[in-house]
Structures are given as C-alpha cells and as structure tokens.
C-alpha cells in the first residue's frame, strides 16, 4: 500500500484544518488507518486510528473531542478533522496502514507508512 497524506499548512489557534491520506496498490478497506505526529524535538506520538469498516476509532486523550478520523474507502481515502487546534498541535502529521489496529495504537510493527504533512498552528 502506498500512502499519501496531504492537507497540511498554516492556521491559527481555534481554527480547523481536514488532512487526507489517500491510498493505492492494494485493497484499502482491508487496512486499518492511523494517524501520528511528530513535533520538532519529540518523539512520534500517536493521534488516533479507525478499524477496517469504520467499526471503531480510538484517539489520544490530548485530541479527544477536537479530532475526528473517518473513511471512505470508495475513494481509498482517510480523513483526520482537526478543530479547535492548539498551538501543541503543530507537528509534522503521518498516516500509516495495517491490517491489525492494534499495531496501529502501538505504534510497533506498522506495515506502511505514508510520507508527513505538516500542521503549523499560531497562536
């Protein structure tokens, strides 16, 4: 599966942006999808994943309520809706595939991983 995430750019503090991790080379809906950033100095943290058929989603406590992910696995496509974005969410965002979401809430043994967008917010 290759993975390309776009959407990334500059907003201010409040404001929402939509990224998109659009898929190809295999069958996407047989993939769970997540999605992890990395600020400048710290290390990759997870954001949130949705399951294979959009059975379930999960998000790190720090997005809960502000980030939404879902599918549409028509268009092979992924989208993380971030509102009410804070300064601490500028980092460099990637989305990443497995077939397990497990591995995707770990963050270990990921199969594919798409290429970063990068979230710059003002305050």
């Known amino acids: 599966v290759q993975l390309q995430a776009s959407g990334g750019g500059l907003v201010q503090a409040g404001g929402s942006l939509r990224l998109s991790c659009v898929a190809s080379g295999r069958t996407f809906s047989n993939y769970a999808v997540g999605w992890f950033r990395q600020a400048p100095g710290k290390e990759r943290e997870f954001v949130g994943a949705i399951s294979r058929s959009s059975t379930n989603t999960y998000y790190a406590d720090s997005v809960k309520g502000r980030f939404t992910i879902y599918r549409e696995d028509a268009k092979n496509a992924v989208y993380l809706q971030m509102n009410s974005l804070k300064s601490e969410d500028t980092a460099v965002y990637y989305c990443?595939?497995?077939?397990?979401?497990?591995?995707?809430?770990?963050?270990?043994?990921?199969?594919?991983w798409g290429q970063g967008t990068l979230v710059t917010v003002s305050s």
């Open positions: 990443a595939a497995d077939p397990w979401v497990g591995r995707l809430r770990s963050g270990n043994g990921i199969d594919y």
